[in-house]
């Protein structure tokens, strides 16, 4: 296996951001290119490209947006680059994001910037605890980082309604999920709604599994949720646990869409490692 971008392995840090842009000017996009690949601190930053930056990587294997027809999920096309920023330190966090906007300044427009950060240490805030199903040690590799160090990244936003949480009562909110917001464990007799059925990768044929490393966000409007981050050497995992969620063959609902809605969703794909900084090697621009 080829190096991979270590900030997908990596443990989370207790606060993040995330970098939305889309393509504007194609002009200067292989020097931007070139020089984004060499600034790049791995451990700090993880780097995808989706969307129309896909036409310039014409020979990456496996980049299949799915199409699911569903009132609960826009099949817009995503973000054409998202950067994933890691740093405990939030000031930094703020000055590495500057410097990274003011590199692709021309050539790509910032659309959006999501603050994440640790809740509870590894809850939802909805709270409920997240990534309870994720590999561990060396079985996050396999799962997550394809043969050549590259990995297929599915980032997607979703918004809570936090007036229902707060209103529900605890039992609900449980069924929606199906574990226990005292020590989340795994309840008994579950409605077939309920998120740990409707997600469960044994489900599948071959298991459909994910490396996830989602963070809670939220703005300055007090809107806030689960920015939905997850790795694979494929799409094909995200993609069969997501039209079970939408409920595309037995119309069953998951029940998160009860208090929760997707805001926006891309596909990225993350280049390799190389001499410390991105392998643009599959990179075609004419």
């Not at 451990?43 to 027809?69: I, R």
């Not at 936090?162 to 999920?177: D, G, N, Y």
């Not at 071959?206 to 790795?231: I, V, Y």
């Not at 119309?251 to 993350?270: A, E, Q």
């Amino acid at each position: 296996m080829k190096k991979y971008q270590t900030g997908i392995i990596e443990e989370n840090t207790s606060s993040e951001m995330f970098l939305l842009f889309n393509l504007a000017d194609t002009t200067k996009l292989l020097d931007v290119l070139t020089t984004l690949s060499k600034v790049v601190d791995e451990s700090h930053a993880v780097v995808g490209f989706g969307n129309k930056m896909m036409t310039y990587f014409p020979k990456v294997d496996k980049y299949e947006q799915h199409q699911f027809n569903s009132p609960l999920m826009s099949d817009e096309a995503g973000f054409d680059l998202a950067i994933w920023l890691k740093n405990d330190d939030k000031g930094k966090l703020f000055h590495h994001a500057l410097k990274l906007r003011n590199l692709l300044d021309g050539t790509f427009a910032l659309q959006k910037t999501v603050a994440s950060y640790a809740y509870r240490k590894n809850f939802d805030l909805s709270d409920f605890e997240d990534g309870i199903e994720n590999p561990q040690g060396d079985d996050m590799l396999p799962v997550a980082i394809a043969d050549d160090g590259s990995s297929f990244w599915v980032l997607q936003q979703w918004q809570h309604d936090f007036a229902w949480l707060e209103r529900a009562p605890q039992a609900t909110k449980e069924a929606c999920i199906g574990r226990s917001m005292d020590d989340s464990h795994q309840l008994d007799d579950l409605p077939e709604s309920a998120h740990v059925k409707k997600s469960a990768k044994e489900n599948f044929t071959p298991e459909a599994e994910l490396l996830r490393k989602s963070m809670p966000w939220s703005d300055d409007q007090l809107n806030g949720g689960l920015m939905f981050s997850a790795f694979g050497h494929s799409f094909r995992a995200f993609n069969l646990q997501m039209a079970s969620m939408l409920g595309i063959d037995d119309n069953i609902h998951d029940g998160v869409f009860k208090f929760s809605k997707i805001l926006n969703t891309s596909y990225l794909w993350c280049p390799p490692s190389v001499d410390g900084g991105l392998d643009l090697s599959l990179l075609e621009i004419k």
